[in-house]
Each structure stands twice: as C-alpha cells, then as structure tokens.
C-alpha cells in the first residue's frame, strides 16, 4: 500500500497506536511502502504532539483519558447517535458555578468527504473516505464550550424531518445547561458537504442552511432572559442575519461580552461589528471584511487595526497552522499553534472559538484564554468529526506540558 501523503501515514500509525498500542517501524515499511528514515520522521511528528514515546525500533502510545463522542466510536449518524452520556453529565454536574455562555447558532448533518486531492471543475473523484456526521457551527461550538467546563446554553432551529430527530437525540446528550430547539415544518434541517484533501490538509465546506435561516424576531425575545444573565454571548453567520444581529444587539446592550465569528461571510457581518467585543475572522473572512487580500504579516496587523476601527474591542485573527494573532487597540500579539496530527480540520475553528468564550466566561483573561483554545483545537482536529471535542482534562493535561 504505498502512501506517499504524509497526513495519510500520520493517522495511519495514530489509528494503529491506539488499537495495538505500540508499533515497530520494521512493520511500518512493509505496510506503507515508505523508507525507514521517512517513518522515523513520522514518529518524531507525532511525538511532538504528546500522543506517542518512541522507542527502539517504533513508538508506544500515550494513552489519556478522552472519551469517545459516538458510541463504539461509530461516525454515521443514521446509523448510531447514542453518546457517551454518563461521563459528560458527570464532567459537567461538578462545575455548576462555572462561567455562562449563551450561543446562538445552527446545527447541520454533515456529510463528509475524505479525497486525495480537491477536484478541479468539471472533475468527478472517488472518495477515500465518507459518513454522516453531526455539524453546524453552532452546534460544535456549543459541545465545545460544555466540554471546556463552561455552563452551555444553545438555541438552534431545526426542520421537522429525521435528520431534526436525530439532531435532538445527539444534542440533548453532549452535555448543555440548556438546549433550546424551534422547529418549522417546511424548512429542512440545515445540512452541509465536508470535502476533506489529504493533499492539501484542509477543507472546503458547501453548506445547505434550511430551517438555520427561519429563526423570528419573537424566538430571539423570547431568549432575553438568558442571554442576558450569560458571561458570554457567542454566535456565528449560519442563522439568518436579522436575527442574529438582534441577539447581538441585546447581549451587548445587556453587559454580556460578545464574541462574533464571521462564518460564513455575508456582507451583513459588518453591520454586527459595533456590537461586537471580540472579533474571531480567518485570514479569508478578515479580506472579505477588509475589502483587499491579506499576504504578509505586515498586511495582517493593519487588518486587525483596520477592523478596530470599525467598531470590536479586540480583533483576534486564526490563522490555522500558524496559531494566531490579538490585537487589543494598541499591541499585537501572536500565539502559535500547538502541534497536531491533522485528522479532520473541519471543526477546528468551531473548537477554538467555543473553548475561548468557555475559558473567557469562567474568568481567564483572555491571553490565557487564547492559550487554552489553541491548545483545545490541537487536539480537536486529530479527531474525526467535527462535533468530536476534547475534554477539559486532556486540555489541562496538555497545557501543563506545553511552553509557549
């Protein structure tokens, strides 16, 4: 089986460490039809990442103590929902006076890809890899906050079909304070197409909003009273924008700190800014705010001070691979990344803002904030699925043994 991908060998080995728990490079070769010396690199890679020791002649895995998200590990959604539940409500039961966040957002059924390379137009692929998975910004942030010990709200709109069933099933057991569900009957659930490159590492995302879009002005009044008792208040661009720059609006005017992540772009987020505290765009999303292509580090720190000006308290740009950068008016800040073996990145930005607006609400500042979600996203994306989160004890684990 020759693997000349990279990322592809490194979740090999990572998938076979967890199943037998050590492996010897001898072995490694015969199955990969790579060099020793290329597989010794491997390891070292996910040594770094604190999953694997070498020893001689292969690695041993490190085992921690995360815990599965689908029951016997299983990805498909119409097949098996059942969640771990004991463990996360007894995670969550012992942090009751932990901070509040409030998310308004979606949740969609993901259907996900695993290619080679991305298809150029016109090109029909064959997948290496798919399932249905469970999705939405919303929703993984949500799962996020709840597994970084915050106190978790979320409001979501779904349809009324069986995807809308299993979406209650599934979000009723990862662990919310509160989860609040409308429903229109002729809208579908939201829903979306998850094409991952083993090329190139990353991901492009289609997305499907359906009911996402349909949430009313007198939904969102009716959520006042929570939102306004939150720590933090956290949303997204997957819900029609009215009703998000509403709730925006409320929390900010309420004393909530408020969290925009500007995802997808729509041209409505600038309309949100001057309600909006902590500012979250990618590189992509910052050009589309900023209305010119970001290239050098120097293009970076005039957007972030170009996108101050326009209303947010701090602008926090993510810059996958490369960590990130903060800056709060008048410094510049950048937080590397925490190294990663990437299985799937398509929840990487979910993971990173959900566990910043959980380690903001109970009390970090938020350079300790910003160090906690690089750290939670690390270990999110060697994970497949994107509502698939770490726990808050492997965080700390990893932080502990993590020098910035």
């Known amino acids: ?41 491997d390891i070292n890679d996910l040594v770094k990442t604190g999953h694997v020791r070498s020893c001689y002649g292969g690695a041993v895995y490190n085992h921690d103590n995360a815990f599965p998200l689908y029951e016997n590990n299983s990805l ?13 409500e007894r995670e969550i039961s012992m942090n009751e006076n932990n901070g509040k966040v409030y998310i308004l957002g979606s949740f969609n059924t993901d259907l ?9 137009s016109g090109e029909t692929t064959r997948a290496l890899f798919s399932c249905c998975l469970p999705g939405g910004k919303g929703s993984n942030q949500a799962i996020a906050s709840a597994q970084a010990n915050a106190r978790t709200y979320f409001t979501v709109k779904l349809g009324e079909d ?30 979306a197409v998850v ?28 959520c006042y009273d929570e939102i306004g008792t939150a720590n933090v208040f956290l949303t997204q661009m997957e819900n029609n924008p009215d009703a998000t720059a509403q709730a925006i609006k409320f929390a900010h005017t309420a004393g909530v700190m408020t969290i925009l992540n500007p995802a997808p772009w729509r041209k409505e ?16 999303e910052a050009e589309a705010i900023i209305g010119k292509a970001i290239r050098t580090p120097d293009d970076i720190r005039q957007a972030a001070e170009t996108m101050h000006q326009m209303g947010p308290q701090y602008i926090l740009i993510t810059l996958g691979k490369d960590g990130c950068c903060l800056f709060d008016g008048s410094t510049h800040q950048q937080f590397p990344a925490y190294p990663a073996v990437n299985i799937d990145t398509s929840g990487a930005g979910d993971a990173f803002n959900g566990a910043l607006a959980a380690r903001l609400a109970c009390g970090e500042n938020i350079a300790n904030a910003i160090h906690y979600a690089c750290v939670f996203a690390a270990l999110a994306v060697e994970r497949e699925g994107a509502a698939n989160m770490p726990s808050h004890e492997l965080v700390l684990k990893r932080l502990a043994c993590t020098k910035y």
């Not at 592809?8 to 020793?36: A, F």
């Not at 996900?112 to 150029?120: A, D, E, G, K, S």
């Not at 069933?165 to 829903?191: M, R």
């Open 195 to 222: 094409m991952i490159s083993e090329e190139a590492g990353d991901n492009v995302i289609v997305i499907n909003p359906g009911a996402n879009q349909e949430i009313t002005s007198e939904e969102i009044i009716s």
């Open 162 to 191: 069986e995807f809308s069933t299993k979406a209650q099933h599934f979000l009723n057991g990862v662990g919310l304070e509160k989860l609040t569900i409308f429903t229109k009957n002729d809208a579908p659930t939201g829903s």
């Open 76 to 88: 498909y959604l119409h097949q098996n929902i059942i969640i771990n539940q004991s463990k996360i």
């Open 1 to 41: 089986m020759p693997c000349r991908y990279k990322k592809q060998r490194l979740r090999y080995i990572l998938t076979l460490l967890k199943k037998q728990g050590s492996v010897k490079i001898s072995s490694l070769v015969k199955v990969l039809d790579v060099t020793e010396r290329t597989l010794r690199r």
């Open 269 to 284: 987020v600038t309309d949100l800014l001057r309600w909006t505290h902590i500012l979250t765009p990618n590189l992509t």
């Open 112 to 120: 996900v890809y695993r290619l080679h390379r991305f298809p150029i």
